[in-house]
């Protein structure tokens, strides 16, 4: 009941909440989120990215989390050292999140699909590529609209011999959900607005 009513809300009031549906793909390359009189945040993150395991092998899932306080967009994605392409391919996003598509890789990426507030409860899973490169997950995330970090990384995961993968790094977990702290709408997050 709660959840509908504030999905009405969000749909009554959309026109004033930007991208609150999610990044568009203007930003698939640098992950920057482009409005006009908003800066990422020059203090230090607050959030981590945590993974299931610090080795990968092709096709084997990996499980992402991030810890930190509760966000509510989040562009998502691995990388390889400064190259701009997204890595292997994340398997179907959890519940307020969807891909986000880019030309090259549509299953690479990964962003808000509202402004529900999310937590560590909100698990991503990555297929990792047959490549044997070191990755990390790198992310943009968005405490509200216009309270970002840009660039959070996580640990390097290197490719696992055949058969061995020495599994280490945070346990994504249980929280609490406590998510409705919806305000005013026009106040609250979308990450990225147009231009
Ligand atoms: C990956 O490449 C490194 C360096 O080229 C090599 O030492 C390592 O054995 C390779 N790992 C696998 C799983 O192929
Ligand atoms: C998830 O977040 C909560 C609240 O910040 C924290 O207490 C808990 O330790 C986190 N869980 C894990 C597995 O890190």
């Known amino acids: 009941m709660e959840l509908l009513f504030v999905f009405l809300l969000l749909q009554v009031l959309s026109p004033c909440l930007g991208y ?22 020059p203090t230090a993150t607050p959030y981590t990215i945590l993974t299931s395991a610090r080795t990968f092998q092709a096709g084997q899932p990996i499980t992402v989390t991030i810890n930190g306080p509760e966000y509510t967009g989040i562009l998502l994605a691995a990388r390889s050292g400064t190259s701009t392409d997204d890595l292997g391919s994340w398997k179907s996003p959890p519940v307020n999140t969807k891909f986000l598509k880019c030309s090259g890789n549509t299953q690479g990426a990964i962003t808000h ?41 996580s640990e390097m995961l290197t490719k696992g011999s055949d058969g061995i993968d020495l599994a280490s790094g945070g346990h994504p977990g249980m929280a609490s959900e406590g998510f409705l702290q919806l305000l005013a709408p026009c106040l609250l997050l979308s990450l990225m607005l147009p231009r």
């Open 20 to 41: 609150a549906t999610g990044a568009p793909t203007s930003t698939c390359n640098d992950m920057l989120p482009r409005h006009s009189g908003s800066q990422p945040q």
């Open 113 to 153: 699909a509202n402004t529900i507030p999310k937590n560590n409860a909100t698990v991503f899973t990555w297929i990792p590529p047959n490549n044997n490169i070191t990755v990390y997950f790198k992310a943009t995330i968005a405490q509200q609209r216009t309270v970002y970090w840009v660039n959070i990384q």
